[in-house]
């Protein structure tokens, strides 16, 4: 049999197995969506997520079992990567490019805010757009900002990030002080002052008007819980 003849063969023969050992490209495709479809989920806004061209790679196997995941330390936002893996014996793993837009409300300072200001309703303008393309942090609900400080300077028109913002002090070192104690079947109150600065929640120390030292939790009001 001639040499040509015995090619033409075993292209007959190879040809359609290889194709078939190719990974499916549309099973891929779908893969990555429905893992998009969950993550972002719950993202404030309107999300929208495309999937970038998936390489044709000859030198995968088919796989019935595709699992996709992100890489250790990033997230789906703006550009990014997934990782798409099979989970049957080819064992392999491709990365395929995703784009994800969240076009969402964001607040930006109203006017110029100093070192340590308190923020009001008045110090914030809304916005709305794609957030992806914003610092990482931006605000995108008003409560996020109201009642903290600044722990910088930001200029007008500026977005808010959580960064730029520290909680406001619910109790102040010097300040007279409510101290309630609580335990079962008994609630008892003292007057005091407070030995250090606390915000909601956090433990601080009390010197009561007959000289004892506590130690409770900073409540808005200038209250300190001590709970038995």
């Known amino acids: 049999m001639q040499l040509k003849h015995i090619i033409s063969m075993l292209w ?39 999937v970038g061209t998936i390489a044709a790679n000859t030198q995968l196997a088919d796989c019935p079992a595709l699992g996709v995941s992100l890489p250790p330390g990033s997230r789906l936002w703006g550009q ?7 989970q049957a014996e080819a064992n392999w793993s491709l990365y395929v490019p995703v784009q994800v837009r969240i076009v969402a409300d964001y607040y930006v300072a109203a006017r110029n805010l100093g070192l340590g200001q308190g923020i009001t309703e008045a110090d914030l303008q809304r916005r709305n757009g794609d957030i992806t393309e914003l610092p990482s942090g931006v ?5 996020e900002a109201i009642g903290r ?5 930001i200029v007008a028109g ?8 520290k909680q406001s002090f619910v109790i102040q070192q010097g300040q007279n002080v409510r101290v309630s ?15 250090g600065n606390a915000v909601d929640g956090q433990v601080v120390h009390v010197r009561l008007n007959n000289g004892q030292v506590l130690s409770g939790v900073a409540r808005p009001g200038a209250i300190v819980e001590i709970g038995f």
């Open 12 to 50: 007959v023969i190879l040809g359609p197995a290889s194709a078939a050992a190719t990974p499916d490209p549309v099973a891929i495709r779908q893969a990555v969506e429905q893992f998009l479809r969950v993550q972002t989920q719950g993202l404030p806004g309107t999300v929208r997520y495309s």
């Open 80 to 86: 990014s990567y997934v990782v798409v893996k099979c």
């Open 139 to 143: 605000l995108t609900t008003p409560g």
């Open 149 to 153: 400080t600044t722990s910088q300077a």
């Open 158 to 165: 500026r977005p808010i990030r959580s960064d730029m913002l």
């Open 181 to 195: 104690s609580k335990g079962p079947g008994f609630q008892v109150t003292n007057d005091g002052r407070a030995l």
